[in-house]
């Protein structure tokens, strides 16, 4: 008994001829010949399908139209040599179809692999195909071939050469004439922009032949400027670019009315003495038939979707392509994750635009539904076909509510298996043409294959970002004064590491240290040069040096690794106690205060070279003064730079939204700041708002002499202290800890000693500095005999906590006491 999905896949070729009967007949060769490529992806295994025609002087055969992902995941490059051994030009030769894996194209090619079998001759080794596809070659009669690309090393069936054959035969008879020869038609230097063209050409330009001086940016300039970067991916396309170079746009008449007109052309390679050229032609798009903005509609598509990175620019991609161009109302676009389906776009996201089940059944801002509430739905994602519901149709309210005048639900396939659905809702009664109908089928093809490479993306993405976290500080301190919030914004633009980081590091006395950096490069060298950066930066901080000397530690840290990268940092050394700041900075850019009154201020001062550039830098420092109320702000460039954006109209603009801001609520204020970020590079930013200390520690210091009476000395110092500060409670264990400490530091270190007393709302800290890093080891067994080693034990018994800290070259022994 045959399964229904076999029932389903044994008639893949029949429907396959019935799509090809409703191509209308007033389709021209180009359109036909794309429609065809798309049916290739719909009704076939393939990811991509493409077709090479010789060129005009028969040396090679270039590539004519393409459809599906980008070619150069597979290798297929924009031309073969005819005489070649690339499978594209031995079945042209033969006349016969080839079906090859990926092991049996580098087996039998060799080490001419990325040569013949796929890339081009001067690709780049790092952009090696994928592995783990197959490729299929069919002649188109006499004139060239159709290729077909499926992921996996059996991607073809038989039924799926059965429709590639149908499709090939199809697509022989569609096959365009060289554009070369042809009214109106045009034939560009790439190299030099010189351009000839026909008078048919001009005439649609409104130019006479006087009025041409035989360069493309003279017709250029006539377009309406919002087609310009639609015109020129097409005019500066380089071997990278996909499709068959065809699009609408605009240009201005003489007399200020816009006309319409379609470019097609493909690009011919060049040679030693010959620069590659894009011969093509231009109609009035006004003369063409009726519905010729399908094909160009699925075009854009095409080329939106494969640029685009993540699920979410897939579906708004999606979305501007069909919502606009069908006048729906509402459309949904959500991937399928086991039984549920997981909603990336709504459009219009307003929630009362949608059916109250959902709003019921369906959670947060982006939702998810089972897909058992929805039984049409179910049915339509099972049979993997689109499904096409007029006015009145007897559908569940989950469903019919999308779409009371009319509903389109489009299965996204991919891969062997439905990466989502897609759901189009009229409110009134919609009328369902065969063209609309061939632009619904051919675009949930395109949307389904970009939707699992998004998800791959995003997935690879995620564990990128996870990778960058790590690396970063988990949370950020408490800080007694202060309240600190941290972002980091991975880039989108690319799976790379950034080497962006921020950090917090608390300092004796109440003093807190601030960094920003960032380290040249998105890549894991980058991101292992920044940690290793930021460990050295807090190690150097926590021994107690100033500023300057910190950020000199860390440049020659930097240069004695001999790495390529430099690193820029800002460092920010703050006193909460009295609300004063030093900071340094190593080719950063500067902080930007935000003062209580809502004034804001970009620190000016003299900075350094970045780190790892010169060994012999100076860093001087500058002060900052903050009072109460105070926001400071630290971050990278990707935050206030970018292509568009220099990097002083950035900061200006950081100041003002700062000043804009509400300080109390911090975290809100980073998210608003990073709402406009470039995501074309990662971006950290550090936000810290000084409130200052309610309660300020009181402080005494003592510099101990090295003479015989010095430990009586302290201990009498420490009993006026106590005694004017009212703490005579505490004075026997004080006193105590003061001598051993002080006992040790001249016995078993040499130089200066120095001893500090702070007092703490509930405990009084006693503090010993001296020279020596080596820090005090408390003994494990002492027996009678012995003369030493019970101070430790003796200052752990009278406190409540002890330890060690690194100052400057030595160390300091504190104990805190508590105060009943």
């Not at 807090?538 to 430099?566: I, K, Q």
């Not at 700062?658 to 990662?682: K, M």
């Amino acid at each position: 008994m045959v399964s229904e999905g076999a029932a389903e896949h044994g008639t893949r070729t029949l429907r396959a001829e019935l799509a090809l009967k409703t191509l209308g007949g007033d389709l021209d060769p180009h359109e036909r010949l794309h429609a065809i490529l798309e049916q290739v992806l719909v009704f076939t295994s393939a990811t991509v399908a493409a077709v090479y025609l010789p060129d005009g002087e028969g040396e090679a055969l270039s590539l004519t139209a393409s459809a599906g992902v980008p070619r150069n995941l597979y290798g297929l490059s924009d031309s073969y040599p005819a005489s070649g051994t690339a499978p594209v030009a031995e079945t042209c030769r033969s006349g016969r179809p080839r079906w090859l894996a990926s092991a049996d194209l580098q087996r039998d090619a060799g080490a001419d692999v990325d040569r013949d079998a796929g890339l081009p001759e001067d690709a780049d080794a790092s952009r090696a195909p994928a592995e783990g596809f197959t490729l299929g070659v069919l002649p188109l009669r006499e004139r060239g071939c159709l290729v077909a690309v499926g992921d996996g090393t059996d991607a073809f069936d038989t039924e799926d050469r059965h429709c590639l054959d149908l499709l090939a035969e199809a697509a022989a008879g569609a096959t365009p004439a060289p554009a070369a020869g042809s009214g109106a038609s045009f034939d560009l230097a790439m190299d030099t922009g010189r351009v000839e063209v026909d008078d048919g050409l001009l005439e649609l330009f409104g130019m006479g032949p006087d009025d041409f001086d035989g360069r493309v940016e003279t017709l250029i300039a006539l377009t309406v400027p919002e087609d310009l970067p639609a015109l020129m991916s097409v005019v500066e396309a380089d071997h990278m670019s996909i499709g068959d170079r065809e699009l609408e746009f605009r240009i201005l008449q003489p007399s200020g009315e816009q006309k319409w007109l379609r470019l097609r052309g493909r690009i011919l390679p060049g040679g030693e003495l010959r620069p590659a050229r894009l011969v093509g032609t231009v109609a009035d798009a006004s003369t063409l038939r009726t519905g010729r903005g399908d094909v160009a509609r699925i075009q854009r598509l095409a080329a939106a979707l494969a640029t685009a990175g993540t699920v979410r620019d897939v579906s708004q991609a999606v979305v501007t392509a069909l919502r606009k161009p069908l006048q729906a109302d509402r459309i949904a676009l959500a991937e399928l994750e086991g039984d549920r389906l997981v909603v990336t776009v709504l459009d219009p996201p307003q929630p009362e635009v949608w059916p109250e089940v959902w709003r019921s059944e369906w959670r947060s801002e982006w939702p998810d539904a089972p897909v058992r509430t929805m039984p049409t739905l179910a049915n339509a994602l099972r049979e993997g076909r689109a499904g096409i519901w007029p006015a009145g149709a007897d559908l569940e309210p989950a469903l019919a509510d999308v779409g009371p005048g009319g509903l389109a639900v489009l299965p996204l396939p991919a891969g062997g298996r439905m990466a989502g659905a897609c759901l189009i809702g009229w409110d009134n009664p919609h009328d369902f043409g065969p063209e609309e109908r061939a632009l619904l089928t051919a675009a949930s093809g395109l949307a389904g294959q970009a939707l699992m490479r998004a998800h791959a993306f995003d997935a690879e993405h995620e564990l990128v970002g996870m990778l960058q976290r790590t690396l970063l500080p988990r949370r950020l301190p408490q800080l007694p004064g202060a309240v600190a919030v941290a972002r980091y914004l991975p880039t989108t633009a690319g799976l790379e590491v950034g080497g962006d980081w921020y950090d917090v590091i608390p300092l004796p006395d109440n003093h807190v240290a601030l960094v920003i950096g960032d380290v040249q490069g998105h890549n894991a060298g980058a991101a292992t040069l920044m940690g290793q950066m930021r460990t050295a930066l807090r190690a150097y901080a926590v021994e107690g040096h100033p500023p300057d000397v910190v950020v000199s530690h860390a440049n020659r840290l930097l240069m004695d690794m001999e790495t390529d990268l430099f690193a820029t940092c800002c460092y920010v050394d703050i006193d909460m106690e009295e609300g004063s700041a030093w900071y340094v900075r190593a080719g950063h850019i500067p902080p930007v205060l935000r003062h209580p009154n809502g004034s804001t201020e970009i620190s000016e001062s003299e900075g350094g070279p970045p780190l790892g550039v010169v060994m012999q830098a100076d860093f001087p420092m500058s002060p900052l003064r903050l009072t109460p109320g105070t926001l400071l702000a630290l971050t990278t460039d990707g935050l206030v730079e970018s292509a568009d954006v220099d990097v002083e109209d950035g900061l200006d603009h950081l100041a003002a939204e700062l000043s804009a801001a509400d300080p109390a609520h911090l975290g809100v204020v980073a998210d608003t700041l990073l709402g406009g970020a470039n995501r074309d590079d990662d971006v950290a930013l550090l936000l810290v708002r000084y409130d200052g200390m309610a309660l300020r520690p009181q402080r005494e210091n003592w510099s101990v002499w090295r003479v015989p009476q010095a430990v009586g000395q302290a201990r009498r110092y420490t009993r006026r202290v106590l005694r004017r500060w009212s703490v005579d409670s505490v004075a026997d264990s004080v006193l105590l800890v003061v001598s051993e400490l002080v006992t040790n530091a001249l016995v078993h270190t040499d130089g200066r000693v120095r001893l500090d007393l702070t007092l703490l709302a509930d405990r009084l800290r006693v503090s010993v500095a001296d020279s020596s890093p080596r820090t005090p080891m408390k003994p494990t067994v002492i027996g009678w005999e012995a003369t030493g080693g019970r101070g430790i034990l003796l200052v752990e018994a009278m406190s409540s906590a002890w330890g060690t800290v690194p100052v400057s070259g030595g160390k300091q022994v504190w104990a805190e006491i508590p105060i009943e």
